[in-house]
């Protein structure tokens, strides 16, 4: 059985447009330094023909993972996604509940994430991964309820404060 990698609309996108990107344009690029580094004659020494070869390789192993990622796609849909509980493509708006500044003062800090499928997260745009700890503890969820996250660092305490939809 294929392996299903679960996508948002945009997220299916933009590993549609990659995919166009490297068999267009990156295939062309390649086949020119082919090109090239065999006008310099023998191969058998040729940097250069080495490196493009290497570098036709890659192109080629990446384009065989994304059509394998669009062929075993499963898009949630817009319509699909509930407020009820923390589902792939909602928003949640999370309090830390063990954060605090310092000793004179409480603050209690507030995060959003996306979650998302596997292919899709990345930390840096608080798009977090249905696999990743925080994603794992989150699913499932309602608003209002506490949470205790095992984490590589120990143990977060987050409250839901908020599920939506992107706008």
Known sequence: MQKEFIFTKKGLEK????????KIVRRKEIAEKIKQALAFGDISENSEYDEAKNEQAEVEIRIL???NMIANARIVKD???????????????VIDL?????DDFDMEEIMEYKIVGMM???????????DSPIGKALLGRKKEEEVEISVPNGTIKYRILDIRKEA
């Open 120 to 130: 899709e997260a990345d930390p840096y745009e608080f798009k977090i991964s249905t």
């Open 79 to 93: 319509e699909d996604i509930s407020l009820d509980h923390v589902g792939v493509g909602t928003l949640v708006k």
């Open 65 to 67: 993972e994304l059509e």
């Open 15 to 22: 590993i549609e447009a990659e995919l166009l990107q490297l």
């Open 98 to 102: 063990d954060f605090k500044k310092d």
